[in-house]
């Protein structure tokens, strides 16, 4: 399995420059949201799902969402998000898991 960590240090250690956009192009081109937006929407395309509903922001909502689901504090989500105002909150979405076993807990606590 890839080891994210071990992957981050060898792409530091190949750079030239240590300075500049973390993810660039064999050719040395910076990948900017444009792009990443189209080749993610690729990628939906080929996959069948409705691609315009998505773009780079959504990488954004979904670490939210994923922070938020495994215990993270607000008050980190915030900061890793670079969020200076309490909106960060708009992006966090409640997983169907969280949902299911709401109406029976409250029900029990009757």
Sequence with gaps: PL????????LF??????SGP???FCNGAFLTRATL???MREALTMMGIKANHYASHSFRKGAATTAA?????AWLI???GRWT?????????LATGHLKGVAATMADSM
Excluded: D, N
């Excluded at 080891?3 to 060898?10: D, S």
């Excluded at 105002?85 to 979405?93: D, F, G, T």
């Design 13 to 18: 250690l190949s750079r030239r420059h240590s």
């Design 85 to 93: 105002s309490e909106c960060y909150r708009l992006y966090i979405s």
């Design 69 to 73: 689901e495994r215990g993270l504090p």
């Design 78 to 80: 915030q900061i890793l």
């Design 3 to 10: 080891c994210p960590v071990k992957a981050m240090r060898e």
């Design 22 to 24: 973390l993810f660039r």
């Design 37 to 39: 937006t189209k080749l």
